[in-house]
Nanobody, 116 residues
């Protein structure tokens, strides 16, 4: 059974930083493209960033390009999202999932709130 657990969210002031973590189990992690997604209140879930199986290729939504960095550690079955220069519009619940996402793989997510 696939299990994805996000952590690292919290309340941060505009301009601040956070590092999200995703722990994966039940999948052959190193063989799967992974992604970070987010869903703000009243909006559809969107892909924020994705990373190739080996980590050599990454893609970002235009809204986070240059501020967020996705990475992974296949030896630990972990994925990360380093977020810098956070803006209020980054406020959302952040999820990790495969890319494309598995319908049954969504976890609880981790709340990120950017506010002064």
């Amino acid at each position: 059974q696939v299990h994805l657990v996000e952590s690292g969210g919290g309340l941060v002031q505009p301009g601040g930083s956070l590092r999200l973590s995703c722990a994966a189990s039940g999948i052959t992690f190193s063989l799967i493209t992974m992604g970070w997604y987010r869903q703000a209140a009243g909006k559809q879930r969107e892909l924020v960033a994705r990373i190739s199986r080996g980590g050599s290729s990454t893609n970002y939504a235009d809204s986070v390009k240059g501020r967020f960095t996705i990475s992974r550690d296949n030896a630990k079955n972990m994925m990360y999202l380093q977020m810098k220069s956070l803006k209020p519009e980054d406020t959302a619940v952040y999820y990790c999932n495969t890319n494309p996402p598995g319908d049954n793989y969504w976890g609880q997510g981790t709340q990120v709130t950017v506010s002064s």
